[in-house]
């Protein structure tokens, strides 16, 4: 099976501006997870979806966004960005048992 | 105080080392344990899965756990330069029909040739 695929792999933006990211899960996993990487906080957790309905979400402001589609195929868009929003951005599909693959991120950098 | 416990090292062993990296948890109601090994620049890569108390084995990686003492262990026989990654674990607790994975922070080893 093809893994958990991420696109764009890096993305420049400036300040204020919005971004979209997109990932694509492993045919058959249903839910698809989105984290924030840095290397002070390590993974935090953004939100879940399942079955394209938002299941789970963390802690962080409305700037943050995101939406399943009907083949689990998922975006997650912030907007207003601030130069803290640098991270790597991870999705994670998950089998049924709960285990949760990644894809490769997204490097954002804002400047 | 975090749910998830987990020495971000730096951890530097010589080659052939045993390496042993481990996590304590505080909330019980944890019920599956995984490692993952992130490389550079790249997504995390699930090593392990376990969920019950005990040892798994998978070639040179061992996961073990101890649910009595909320303790977690991930052993690596015969390390190479190639297993210098950051080491996460994560735990999942299951409630009210949903998951809650949570991460520890990763431990960065590096294997010295």
């Known amino acids: 099976k093809a893994g958990v695929t991420q696109t764009p792999r890096y993305l420049i933006k400036t300040r204020g501006q919005q971004v979209t990211l997109s990932c694509s899960p492993i045919?058959?996993?249903?839910?698809v997870s989105w984290y924030q990487q840095t290397p002070g906080q390590g993974l935090q957790f953004l939100f879940e979806y399942f079955s394209e309905t938002q299941r789970n979400k963390g802690n962080f402001p409305g700037r943050f966004s995101g939406r399943q589609f009907s083949n689990s195929r998922s975006e997650m868009n912030v907007s207003t960005l601030e130069l803290g929003d640098s991270a790597l951005y991870l999705c994670?599909?998950?089998?049924?048992?709960?285990?949760?693959?990644f894809g490769p991120g997204t490097r954002l950098t804002v400047t | 105080q975090k749910e998830v416990e987990q020495d971000p090292g730096p951890l530097s062993v010589p080659e052939g080392a045993i390496v042993s990296l481990n996590c304590t948890y505080s909330?019980?109601?944890?019920?599956?344990f995984m490692w993952y090994r992130q490389y550079s620049r790249k997504g995390p890569e699930l090593l392990m899965y376990t969920y019950s108390s005990g040892n798994k084995e998978d070639g040179r990686f061992t996961a073990q756990v101890d649910k009595s003492s909320k303790y977690i262990s991930l052993f690596i026989r015969d390390s190479q330069p190639s297993d210098s990654a950051t080491y996460l674990c994560a735990m999942i607790r299951r409630s009210g029909g949903y998951q809650k994975v949570t991460f520890g922070i990763g431990t960065k080893l590096q294997v010295i040739p």
């Open positions: 045919s058959g996993h249903r839910s």
């Open positions: 909330n019980s109601a944890f019920q599956y």
């Open positions: 994670a599909s998950s089998a049924d048992r709960g285990e949760q693959y």
